[in-house]
């Protein structure tokens, strides 16, 4: 049996998730041929231990190749890859593929005149311009691994980074715009190496006229070299691309854990090329020709697989977009986008649809732009709610895909695969699985919930398909501890859910702490440890509870040390402080209140779940370990005011 095509759509999808789970070596190998190998796979998955799989072991290639040089080599060298619109700035900018080629091949010259090669690693904190892009693809191109950084984190958290990775080489720009601010990248990187015990060798700066800031306002003042981009582009060699095995790690990828120091997920190349390609051609519909704009950040997952990867390994065109859904300069800003370039599939995330829809419910933006091109939109990163979900169902007028995937999975587990067939949606879920990842609900002791409906832990079956993690950088225990532990045979996704009788998955919420904001995933451990860093504070909880625009918010709650005199309201700006300068700016941390004493159970365990129901105003459990009731009197007193109705159950 062939894959289907993107034209054909005549073969039903249960065939092609049939054919993904009997023959699951025939399948991906033919997936396999969607990638230009240097050395095509004769093997499709070997297994080399009781919990520990590889794709395509015999395979060889490289991913900037594949992006790029094989489009140039097929003819296609003047098709755009990538347009650049930057609301920030007001510019905009197309590279065509064999102009992207160019500019990564002089790139990765650089890169290679500061000693980087094979495996090295290169941090890269830019913002959302081509230089990032090109910045990755050129480690790509020579077997080096990139591990890019949000900009939103502060100095401590790139310095955590830089301690694990031990990259070799940072690159960066002097600075990133927020609205109203500029993000002064240098001034962060620099913090963050002073910081860190890892020497890096060079910092390369791309001089950004629109913030201010240069290498040479640095060098000399560390051991580091601080290099200009373009003074070294000035003797920069082409670099070819260099063949890779299959399974060599291509990027490190950050997430947050249960714990405060976060995970490097690590992501293979072949295995990540196969699903991209045919996530890209399935779900999306991205061929030559087709347009892809994915509202994200290179510093997520979402960015690396579908602002730079998948659309250029598929031959498509990818847009950038630097700025906001609203208010840069309005709630038009992704329509007008979709118009101007003739997008085909836009992806954002629903807290992005939610500030639309805040300041433009009725939809009244859409009518200056023609957006006739859109296909679908493509919605991931946190809970769809099915109000949302509706409400862009009738606005747009184009199918919803709701798609459930995490960075450790580096492509969709549920979604609907369009351009096979396009399933019938349902608000609130996430569709069905995709090839390759058998996804079940199991209860506590592991044992699979077959009855439909029923809540559990969302898990999946071993192996892994394609694309998803192969570890965690430099600690391989902790990715058993982490994923393969909970359940025996599984991978756990810290996910709860259930699935309906037509296998739908709903993905309902997290079993572990970590919270999801504005799509952007937080460990409350991780803002608990910087709490307790303020001197005054004896105790401290965070909890994730509802947040209207955002999905979820970080709520603290501390108690004081005895004999601490301190004014509620400087306590609280001092931590909200604390938090921005520890984690950065996109924990959007605002929430803190004292209390006397934290609710907690008789072994001392803080009441966490009933803290979030009383704070969201649902009715809330009082577990039987609870030694005296009147521990959450505080809490009501505080939330539960205006009584809901909601009462212990
Ligand atoms: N660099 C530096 N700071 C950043 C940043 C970046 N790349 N991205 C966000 N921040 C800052 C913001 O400026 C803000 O700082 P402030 O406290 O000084 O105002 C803070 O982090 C919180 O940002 P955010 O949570 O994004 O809130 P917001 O009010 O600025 O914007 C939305 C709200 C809904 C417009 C925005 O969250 C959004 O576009 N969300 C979509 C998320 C997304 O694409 N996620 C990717 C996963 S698919
Ligand atoms: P991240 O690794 O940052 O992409 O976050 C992954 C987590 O976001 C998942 O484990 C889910 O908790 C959540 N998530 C992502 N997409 C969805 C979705 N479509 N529906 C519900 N939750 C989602």
């Known amino acids: 049996m062939q894959l289907p095509s993107v034209s054909s759509g005549s073969t039903p ?159 960066t720009a002097s600075g990133g715009l927020e609205p109203g601010r500029a993000v002064e990248y240098l001034h962060l990187v620099r913090k963050a190496i002073d910081l860190a015990a890892h020497r890096v060798q060079s910092v390369i700066v791309r001089d950004r006229a629109a913030v201010p800031g240069s290498a040479a306002d640095y060098q000399g003042d560390t051991e580091v070299a601080w290099l200009d981009w373009e003074e070294l582009l000035v003797d920069a060699v082409p670099a070819a691309p260099v063949s890779m095995p299959s399974e060599a790690p291509l990027y490190i990828l950050y997430t947050s854990g249960t714990t405060g120091s976060p995970k490097g997920i690590v992501r293979d190349t072949g295995g990540y090329a196969v699903a991209l390609a045919w996530a890209m051609k399935n779900i999306y519909g991205i061929v030559p020709g087709q347009t892809i704009f994915t509202a994200s950040d290179v510093g997520w997952v979402v960015g690396h697989s579908f602002i730079v990867y998948g659309p250029l390994i598929a031959g498509g065109t990818t847009v950038l977009y630097e700025g906001k859904p609203v208010g840069t300069p309005d709630a038009g800003a992704f329509w007008r986008i979709v118009e101007e370039y003739r997008v085909n599939a836009l992806y954002t995330a629903p807290t992005a649809l939610r500030a639309i829809r805040r300041v433009d419910v009725g939809l009244a933006e859409l009518e200056r732009y ?225 209390l006397d004493r934290l609710p907690k159970t008789r072994s001392g365990k803080i009441l966490r779940k009933t803290m979030r129901q009383i704070v969201d105003g649902v009715p809330y459990t009082v577990p039987a370990t609870i030694e005296d009731v009147s521990v959450l009197d505080p809490l009501l007193a505080l939330f539960r005011t205006a009584e809901v109705g909601a009462g212990s159950s």
């Open 13 to 171: 999808y249960s065939e092609v998730d049939a054919f993904s789970r009997t023959d699951r070596s025939g399948f991906w190998l033919e997936a396999a041929k969607a990638v230009d190998w240097i050395r095509p796979p004769t093997v499709a998955i070997e297994q080399r231990s009781p919990r520990e799989w590889g794709w395509f072991p015999d395979g060889e290639l490289n991913l900037s190749a594949n992006a790029l040089d094989r489009h140039v080599d097929a003819g296609r060298g003047d098709l755009t890859a990538l347009l650049y619109d930057s609301a920030m700035t007001g510019t905009k900018a197309a590279f065509s593929y064999r102009e992207l080629r160019d500019l990564v091949a002089d790139f990765a010259g650089v890169l290679r005149s500061q000693g980087v090669g094979v495996g090295d690693r290169v941090l890269v904190y830019l913002p959302m311009t081509p230089d990032a892009v090109v910045a990755m693809l050129a480690c790509a191109r020579l077997g080096a691994i990139h591990s890019v950084v949000f900009g939103g984190f502060a100095a401590t958290e790139l310095a955590v980074r830089i301690d694990d990775a031990t990259p070799k080489v940072i690159v």
């Open 370 to 594: 023609d957006i006739s091109s859109l296909k679908a939109l493509y919605l991931a990163g946190e809970r769809l709610d099915p109000e949302t979900w509706h409400w862009a169902n009738d606005g747009l007028g184009v199918p919803i895909v709701d798609h459930w995937w995490q960075t450790e999975t580096g492509w969709s587990i549920c979604a609907n695969p369009l351009y096979i067939e396009a399933l019938p949606a349902k608000a609130g879920s996430t569709t069905v699985p995709m090839p390759g990842f058998d996804v079940r609900i199991v209860d506590a002791s592991g044992s699979t919930i077959d009855e439909p409906g029923v809540e559990g832990n969302i898990a999946i079956a071993l192996p892994l398909p394609p694309g998803a993690l192969i570890g965690i950088w430099g600690s391989p225990e902790r990715y058993a501890e982490a994923y393969l532990s909970a359940f025996p045979g599984f991978y756990a996704t810290g996910d709860a859910g259930h699935l309906d009788e037509d296998g739908y998955l709903f993905v309902m919420g997290r079993t572990d702490d970590v919270i999801n904001v504005a799509g952007h995933r937080l460990s409350t451990g991780s803002l608990e440890e910087v709490l307790t860093l303020h001197p005054a504070v004896a105790e401290c909880a965070v909890i994730g509870v509802h947040d209207d625009l955002k999905g979820q918010r970080a709520a603290g709650f501390v108690t004081l040390k005895i004999g601490v005199d301190h004014h509620p309201d400087t306590l609280v700006a001092e931590l909200v402080a604390l938090v921005r300068e520890h984690i950065g700016p996109v924990a959007a941390f605002r929430d803190v209140t004292v």
